[in-house]
């Protein structure tokens, strides 16, 4: 998808830090990190919200969600973690690739607003 920051990213046009990658999706630092560890698990194909998702991007979503219990030490998980998927603008989505925040490294509070 042209013009999408994270197809970019995927594509290598775009530095990162890049803490992970396998054929469905890389895992980067957020650049703005909101916890002591902020990563963002990136699905390689493109669409925006659940709701737009074909059979085979689920599937790929799937491996991704099977994939990061297994990235323990390389992300920190060992004594938990949050995953967070904003969708739309009540959720304050503001790359519209979907993505999953991993946070982690710190005892976090539950703050919505
Ligand atoms: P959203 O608000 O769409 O759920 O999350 C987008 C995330 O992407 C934000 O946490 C933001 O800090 C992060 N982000 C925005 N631009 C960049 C960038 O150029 N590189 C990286 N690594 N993260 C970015
Ligand atoms: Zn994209």
């Known amino acids: 998808m042209e013009n999408c920051l994270f197809c970019k990213i995927i594509k290598g046009e775009i530095p990162c ?13 957020d ?11 990136i699905p390689k194909s493109h669409f925006k919200l659940l709701a ?9 979503l799937r491996q991704c969600f099977l994939t990061i219990p297994k990235l323990q030490k390389e ?5 938990g973690y949050r995953l967070v998927i904003n969708q739309g603008d009540d959720a304050g989505q503001t790359v519209f690739h979907l993505h ?3 946070l982690s490294g710190q ?4 703050t919505p607003a």
């Open 75 to 79: 992300l920190q998980l060992e004594n």
């Open 100 to 102: 999953i925040h991993i």
């Open 31 to 41: 650049i703005d990190p909101k916890a002591k560890n902020h990563f963002l698990a």
């Open 107 to 110: 005892k976090m509070g539950w």
């Open 17 to 29: 830090t890049k803490m992970y990658e396998d054929k469905n999706m890389i895992v980067i630092k």
């Open 52 to 60: 737009d998702m074909t059979e085979e991007q689920s599937e790929m």
